[in-house]
């Protein structure tokens, strides 16, 4: 038990120590510290050589002395001394062996050449330290050195060494407590070089001298840990020893490996003594029981029978484990002797066996005081370990759960008592199947091993992120495994949300940019077959053919059209809109389109209030929505249901901009719903659905639901898909109320008068079939055109002929400079000039880019001859 006691003390040393390490300000000092090195390893070198050639003559007062010793990390290291006064002298170096906060004014600056430092370090890896015991001059006692690495937060970099000069008075205190000094029975501390006796380890002992141990040579010490007892010799006296190892409870391999251990010694002379005593007691009763035996047969027998019976009957008592019996003295002779000698021995042995007793409960309180203070320390750990969501656990090599954090316990329903000493297979609260391959893996390479698993709870499903790192002994033997496990499903989501939202945009950005281009080939097409058909005359046998032509040009221009709503820069005419008389208007061409087994339902909230809108573009998503649930519900006999309510939407609405990839701003919103009981989607399908190109049918392009995304995007709505195979699907758009209606715009009508015959229009434009077709058109009208291919070209033309040139048609997207540079620098030159803006993008991104500015009018591109020709005339009038 005196072994154990003091391989738990040197152990809770120890523990301390690494509590200590764990301090975010020793942390941080020591980081600190660590980052002002130059990164020149050669100048690291001699920044440290210096400093500790300044430390040689220091003393309190200079600034290298107040740097160390009144820090942070100093207050730190001070607060934990006068706790645990035990530790004289504490200090704190960097990765590189320097000084980073003391308590004490510490003989050196430098310490990495140091044995205790670099087994510390150990190559990097680690491991606590205990040095031999030493004689210290200053406090005349016995001392010895632990250290204890400093780890980075969340990592096994070492970034420190904290170490400590311990006193011994409390080790051999609990030696000299458990010695029984008037029996000359002492217990000592064994070392591999000798003995420490228990007298030299008491504070101001005149025996303690700096070389501490009692040398003993190796074949002796053997015989000590191998014997019952042996005899040795100390200071010239022999005694009788045996020895009990120093370990802990739970046999701790860095206590076992010091190979100390107890030495319960006896003076030989006293125990051989108290043997030979015994031995002549034992003689001297065994004749005078004979004599008494012989003189009874001679004498009377009841003189003599009585007294010996008396002490036979006490000795029976004793034996019986009675100590309290005495035995009759009822003479002076031999027989009275006995008595008092037998009377004397009992009180001797029950004395003995109350000061046994006595060490017994003193040692028992020890060692419940000592269990106290780590099932302290286990709760700080896990205080500790509360503070974060990451889940630990600790594994041995049988794959068995030594410890699990208490938020680990908490998500798995468990107690600590119901997981420890549980295999994986055992556990009540299953783990991954890979868990057991991992760790088989991590024993047979030493290396850490991180994966992921996949849990689904309550029809949610939740992403984990573990790390395996190994626990290995001095050998570089792995013997437990310390597992970490971190919830990492909001982080998945974020990236799956990040990679379609940069989908998504990337799409948009095509689309945009190809339907951009198409539209400046279909302005030449359709202008310029437009221009054909007018001077054809009606019989022309050509006639027939270019009309086709100009058909199919329109029905490519309704294809870049949806190609630009779904990049969300389409031409949107808005203007306010009541969606249930829109969708009552047309319920009619809603109801045509849609197959006769399907059956079409109106749920429309009544007093819905306006929104700002697109007719076209909204009856465009109500046509493509329904079209796309009929086809979902097929030959079957199915519904459709369109429904109209008001909706409040919170900051903390996130479910509606899933499709959208842009936030709704909190308030009121106009919701339509159409929902079907059609076959429904599969995950992989609903993902896909808003797609440019992507469809499930044998015809069509797939661009039906991608225009609607870009119209909802475009009129700063929101959208949001829910569907199941088998369970049909339902489409939910958010568009913002309006609280005060605008009136739509009114159009345009055609012009009464002409134009002056000098009339001269600039066109600034960067594709020649554009600025030809135009150039066309306006010349059959008598119209005059200066033609410009880009911004810069077009700016020195109206410089040149500014008193000719009344107006000027002037392209958004063009190489150089844009349209808007361009826009404002013919605005500096003249403010009155008016200026018609073209593209192919929606006249709502016109207004946003040119908001306050003085635009004459927008011409939408692919745009018709007469819409060209009635645009121009009237801003020239």
Known sequence: SQGIAVGDLLQHQINLLESLSLNEILRNKTKLANALYPDDPGKVLSKIAANEAAWQDVVETDRLAQIILTNTAADELEVFRERFPAHQEIFLTDQYGALVAATNLVENYYFADQTWWQETYNDGRGRPFIGPPMFDAGSQTLILQMAVPVYAPDDTTIIGILHTTYDLTPLANLLDIASLEENDLFLDLLLPDGIIPVQFLLPGNDNAVTDTAVPLDKVTIEHLKTMVYEEIEIDGVGYLASVSPITTIDGNPLISELGWDIVTRQNRQTALTLVAAQRRTIIYISVLVMALSIISGLLAARYLTRPILNLTAAAQEVRDGNLNVQAPVESRDEIGELALTF??????????????????????????????????????????????????????????????????????????????????????????????????????????????????????????????????????????????????????????????????????????????????????????????????????????????????????????????????????????????????????????????????????????????????????????????????????????????????????????????????????????????????????????????????????????????????????????????????????????????ASPAPAANGTPEQLPPPSAAVLVIDDEAPVREAVTDILAMENIRVYTAVDGQTGITLYQEHQQEINLVLLDLSMPGLSGHQTFQALRQMDEELKIILSSGYSEAEIDRQFSGENVADFLPKPFKLDTLVQTIQRHLI
């Open 343 to 740: 009377n004397s021995m009992t009180r001797r042995l029950r004395d003995s066996i109350t000061r046994l007793e006595q060490r017994r409960d003193q040692l028992e309180q020890r060692v419940a005081d000592r269990t106290a203070e780590l099932e302290q320390q286990t709760q700080m750990l896990d205080i500790i370990l509360s503070t974060t969501t990451t889940y630990f656990f600790i594994f041995d090599r049988q794959e068995q759960c030594l410890y699990a954090s208490p938020p680990a316990l908490a998500a798995m329903g468990l107690t600590q008592d119901e997981l420890h000493g549980k295999t994986l297979q055992d556990a009540p609260h299953s783990f991954p199947d890979h868990f057991h391959t991992d760790l088989q893996q991590l024993f047979h390479t030493g290396q850490t091993v991180h994966n992921t698993f996949l849990l689904t709870y309550k029809e949610r499903d939740i992403y984990f992120e573990y790390a395996f790192n190994p626990v290995q002994n001095e050998a570089g033997d792995v013997v437990s495994v310390v597992a970490t496990v971190r919830d990492i499903t909001e982080q998945k989501l974020t990236q799956e949300a990040l990679w379609h939202t940069q989908k998504m945009e990337s799409l948009g950005i095509l689309a945009g940019g190809v339907a951009h281009d198409f539209n400046n080939l279909l302005v030449a097409m359709l202008s310029q077959s437009s221009l054909a058909l007018y001077k054809m005359p009606p019989d022309a046998p050509a006639r027939k053919h270019v009309e086709k032509t100009i058909v199919a040009a329109e029905r490519a221009a309704d294809l870049t059209r949806q190609m630009l709503a779904y990049s969300g820069k389409g031409s949107f005419a808005m203007q306010s809109i009541s969606l249930n008389e829109l969708i009552r208007e047309n319920v009619h061409l809603f109801t045509a389109v849609i197959p006769k087994n399907i059956q079409l339902n109106l749920n429309l909230t009544s007093d819905l209030p306006p929104f700002q809108g697109d007719p076209g573009q909204m009856q465009q998503i109500v046509m493509n929505l329904i079209l796309n649930a009929a086809e979902a519900i097929g030959d079957n006999a199915g519904q459709i249901t369109i429904a109209t309510r008001r909706r409040e939407i919170t900051a903390v609405d996130g479910q509606y901009w899933q499709q959208t990839q842009e936030s709704l701003s909190p308030g009121a919103y106009i919701s339509l719903q159409i929902e079907d009981d059609g076959a429904g989607m599969d995950e992989d399908t609903l993902s896909r659905i808003f797609d440019p190109f992507f469809t499930t049918k044998f015809t069509g392009r797939g661009l039906g639901l991608a225009a609607v995304l870009g119209i909802v995007r475009g009129h700063k709505g929101g959208l949001r898909v829910t569907s199941q195979l088998e369970k049909g699907a339902t489409f939910e758009i958010l568009f913002p109320v309006i609280e005060t």
